[in-house]
C-alpha cells in the first residue's frame, strides 16, 4: 500500500489519528533525514553525539521520535552533520565551519 493510500485509509477511519500524523510529520521527517545522514557519513550515535557536545542516550531519544525537537535541537545536528535546514529557500544553520568527528 503506497503512504497516499494508507493517509487515506487512516482518514477515513480515524480522522483524530490523521490529524495527529500530520501534525507529526515534519518531526518524523527530520528524525529520518537525520538517522540518513547519520549513516551516510558512517557515523553511530555516539559520534553524533560527541560532535554536538551531548551524551549518546540524548541522540536515541531524538531518533525514538517520541520526543517533540526544538528547533535549536534541529540546529545543532544539522549543523554537526554539516546538513542544510532551510525555510523558504533561505539556510538557518551556517556552515562556514564544518563539523569535524571527534573520536570516542
Not at 494508507?6 to 527530520?30: G, I
Not at 545522514?37 to 536515541?60: C, F, H, K, Y
Request: with cysteine; hydrophobic share 40%.
Amino acid at each position: 500500500m503506497t503512504a497516499k493510500r494508507l493517509d487515506q485509509q487512516l482518514m477515513e477511519e480515524d480522522p483524530e489519528a490523521m490529524a495527529e500524523y500530520e501534525r507529526t510529520r515534519p518531526q518524523h521527517d527530520f528524525v529520518l533525514a537525520m538517522v540518513e545522514a547519520r549513516n551516510e557519513r558512517g557515523w553511530t550515535q555516539r559520534d553524533l553525539a560527541t560532535a554536538m557536545g551531548v551524551s549518546q542516550p540524548v541522540i536515541a531519544r531524538l531518533e525514538s521520535g517520541d520526543h517533540d525537537v526544538k528547533l535549536n535541537t534541529v540546529g545543532a545536528v544539522c549543523k554537526a552533520l554539516g546538513i542544510e535546514f532551510t525555510i523558504g529557500g533561505r539556510n538557518l544553520v551556517p556552515q562556514d565551519v564544518p563539523a569535524k568527528r571527534r573520536s570516542a
